[in-house]
C-alpha cells in the first residue's frame, strides 16, 4: 500500500502521520522503493526492517521529546570536549548489514568505523555503529525495542525504559545488564565513550 502511493502525486503522507500515528506497510518493500519513500518524505522517520517491512514514525510527544533532548545534549557536550568521532541524531539513516534501514535516538561511530564508512554525503551511512541509545516511548513496544538493541553488532547500546524506570545495557557478546530504579543511577559510556556517564535521572518522567 505505502508503496503504490509513491507514483500519487496529491499524496501527503506527512498529514496522514500526524492524523493516523506511526504507519506500517503491509507487503515488504525493496530497498530501492525504501530509499525513494525516504527521498520523497525526507521530513519523515521511518525504518525497514530486514524482511522489508517499513515503519513510519509519527512525531514524539513532549516527555519523549524532552528525553530524547536531554540526552542528545549531554552526548554532545561530551563530544566537543574529547572531539572524537562522529555524533548522529534521530533522523540519521543507517543502511546496516543485514538489510534493514534504521536510525536511533543517538548514535556515535568512532573515527575508525567513519573511515571505512563507504557512503557519501547523500547516502544513508552504510556500516553499524559503535553506539546507540533508544528511550522507549509510550507507543512502543518493549519486545520490539529489545530486539533492535541486538541487530547487527553494535559494541554498546542503550535502551531506557522510562515508564518501568529500567535501563537494559546491550554490550556486544555479552548477557544484557539490566539497571532498575533511576535515582542516584549513572550509565557508564565504558570503553566505547570513554569519560561519559550518563544521570538516569535525567529520564524520570514528571507528573
Known amino acids: 500500500m505505502v508503496a503504490e502511493l509513491l507514483d500519487k502525486e496529491t499524496f501527503s503522507l506527512e498529514d496522514a502521520v500526524v492524523r493516523l500515528g506511526a504507519i506500517s506497510s503491509d507487503e515488504p518493500m525493496s530497498k530501492e522503493q525504501f530509499i525513494r519513500l525516504s527521498e520523497r518524505f525526507p521530513d519523515l522517520r521511518m525504518e525497514r526492517e530486514a524482511d522489508g517491512k517499513v515503519l513510519i514514525m509519527s512525531p514524539v510527544k513532549k516527555g519523549s521529546g524532552r528525553r530524547e533532548s536531554r540526552l542528545f545534549g549531554l552526548l554532545a557536550l561530551w563530544y566537543e570536549k574529547f572531539n572524537s568521532g562522529e555524533l548522529f541524531g534521530p533522523s540519521s539513516g543507517f543502511n546496516l548489514p543485514d538489510g534493514s534501514f534504521k536510525a536511533a535516538d543517538v548514535a556515535w561511530l568512532s573515527d575508525e568505523s567513519l573511515a571505512a564508512d563507504p557512503a557519501s554525503e547523500e547516502e544513508f551511512i552504510q556500516i553499524v555503529p559503535d553506539f546507540v541509545a533508544e528511550i522507549r516511548s509510550a507507543t512502543d513496544r518493549l519486545k520490539k525495542s529489545q530486539q533492535k538493541m541486538t541487530d547487527n553488532g553494535v559494541r554498546l547500546a542503550w535502551l531506557i525504559d522510562p515508564y518501568e524506570e529500567k535501563a537494559y545495557i546491550y554490550r556486544q557478546g555479552r548477557e544484557v545488564e539490566i539497571v532498575e530504579g533511576f535515582d542516584s543511577k549513572k550509565l557508564s559510556g ?17 507528573t
Do not use: N
Not at 565504558?190 to 514528571?206: H, S, Y
Open 190 to 206: 565504558e570503553d566505547v565513550l570513554p569519560g561519559f556517564e550518563f544521570p538516569l535521572e535525567a529520564m524520570k518522567r514528571k
